[in-house]
């Protein structure tokens, strides 16, 4: 059984069915499949354009959203970005982000101070760093301060911060370098000069291929296609069925863990897997692991809002070859960050307008939570007109709001993933809980995580 039919849910009912003999039931609580990923037509005066409302690609260069698409014949409908450089919105004026880069850490320090971000104090400090080998963090730590020692607080605030912090809506001298950017948490490990670490490391296996990549048509395809085969394959999906209580046997107890329905029916499973936001997994599991329902709900949050806009095309005209603009939090706007979707992917550009998807909300900014709809939209206008230079109004908006939103992995995130593992396999162990807010933000760790917790039951 399989509680919640997000993209963790559904990849985790996905691998039971590879495995014979295995019958599994997704039960989602609300009227649709694909929790965050969601996407939907804008209405703009020429007809309706189809925009994704949360993500709207994927990273191509790890194996496990690409695989999928492949085990589900959609291959064939990846697409790539038609641009990928981002700008960030600095000092009133938009510079393009550095090209060499791992994570906000420059590579090339002629890059970067093309890129005018910096100052010529951040610029100095950011050399200085090569003279000053360090050894390698003890435990995890805050990425914002381990790179602020290093490089200086200008390149936290206005390089690494706004990628970094943008991906979860989250403050980099809270988040965890060991949770959050693994690739930099390996480097450090090494001691020494961490940009002459990277930049070996780099050398040593250049990346090949786009960095993202997305499924023609939209995101959701990619849960409509899954469950579609899913169904074909015997799986159960229900939607309206929202679980409320699970009853789990401990070790050597009954065979069956029990879930309650908010309907009041009752379902024995040989097996769960909980992929629920954590603060809905730390309620169903109060019961039966105590300690592991600690562990969740202390996940914090951050609510975002997405606010999809479309501008006639005499009245936006985005820097060429230009993917997005992120917006520092020393700004003080409502804006993090702007993604130009029809720059980006060629079935959002209907040739008489832009698409543009501002971002709001981040884990110091809750403004947007008070505002309605439309004076969100409008704030969020004004803003985009002083950033990007808007001259006229919008042929169409539309408003998404996340909340829960983005789970924030603050330091020593994976030690309590870890105790959370651990606590289960001794309280419930036929229980498993996953999904973005404990292993891993992107679609491909979503899909990753939910086959391995059903692998791993269904293998026992
Ligand atoms: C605005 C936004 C943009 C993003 N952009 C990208 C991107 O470009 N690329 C990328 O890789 N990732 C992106 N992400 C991240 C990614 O979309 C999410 O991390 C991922 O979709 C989460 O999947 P999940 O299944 O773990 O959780 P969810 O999608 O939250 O699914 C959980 C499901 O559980 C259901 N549920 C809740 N309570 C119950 C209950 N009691 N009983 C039964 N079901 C229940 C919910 O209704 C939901 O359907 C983005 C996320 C957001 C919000």
Not at 127 to 139: G, I, K, L, N, Q
Not at 167 to 181: F, K, M, P, T, Y
Not at 232 to 248: I, K, S
């Amino acid at each position: 059984m399989v509680v919640g039919g997000g993209i963790t849910g559904l990849a985790a009912a996905w691998e039971a069915v590879q495995h014979p003999g295995v019958s599994v039931t997704v039960l989602e609580s609300t009227d649709r499949l694909g929790g965050k990923v969601r996407t939907s037509a804008l209405d703009l005066p020429t007809g309706a354009l189809v925009v994704d409302e949360g993500a709207d690609n994927f990273l191509a260069r790890v194996p496990d959203a690409v695989g999928l698409c492949d085990e589900l014949g959609l291959t064939a409908e990846l697409v790539e970005p038609r641009v990928g450089r981002a700008m960030v919105a600095v000092g009133g004026q938009l510079h393009p982000y550095p090209e060499r880069h791992v994570l906000g850490v420059p590579l090339d320090l002629d890059d970067l101070a093309h890129s005018g971000i910096l100052s010529p104090a951040g610029l100095a400090a950011v050399a200085a760093e090569r003279d000053h080998p360090r050894p390698a963090p003890e435990d995890d730590v805050a990425i914002g301060p381990y790179l602020a020692e290093r490089f200086g607080q200008e390149l936290v605030d206005h390089v690494v911060g706004p990628l970094v912090g943008g991906i979860n809506a989250g403050d980099v001298a809270e988040l965890s370098l060991r949770a959050v950017v693994p690739q930099l948490a390996e480097a450090a490990s090494a001691g020494g000069v961490l940009s002459e670490v990277l930049r070996d490391r780099l050398a040593a296996a250049p990346p090949a291929g786009p960095v993202f990549t997305a499924v023609r048509g939209g995101t959701e395809r990619l849960v409509t296609t899954l469950a579609e085969q899913l169904t074909g394959r015997g799986a159960g999906l229900r939607t309206d069925a929202a679980v409320v209580a699970l009853e789990a046997p401990g070790p050597g107890g009954p065979d069956v863990t029990r879930l309650r329905l908010a309907s009041g029916e009752v379902i024995d499973a040989d097996a769960v897997v909980v992929a629920t936001p954590a603060p809905v997994a730390a309620s169903l599991l109060r019961t039966a692991s105590p300690d592991a329902a600690d562990l969740l709900a202390g996940i914090d949050h951050v609510p975002v809002a997405f606010v999809a806009v479309a501008f006639d095309r005499d009245h936006l005209r985005l820097p060429g070859g230009c993917s997005g603009v992120l917006v520092p939090r020393d700004a003080g706007l409502l804006l993090t960050a702007a993604s130009f979707g029809s720059a980006k992917w060629a079935a959002w550009d209907d040739g008489r307008h832009v698409v543009v998807r501002a971002a709001a909300g981040h884990r110091h900014d809750r403004r947007h939570t008070d505002l309605a709809d439309d004076e969100l939209a409008t704030a969020l206008l004004a803003e985009l007109r002083m950033v990007l230079g808007v001259t006229g109004p919008p042929a169409a908006t539309r408003v998404t709001r996340w909340d829960p939103g983005f789970a924030q992995y603050t330091v020593g995130h994976l030690d309590r993933m870890d105790r959370l593992d651990r606590r289960l396999a001794s309280d419930a162990p036929s229980v498993r809980v996953v999904g973005a807010d404990l292993g891993g933000l992107g679609l491909p760790a979503c899909i990753r995580e939910g086959r391995r917790a059903a692998r791993r039951l269904v293998e026992g």
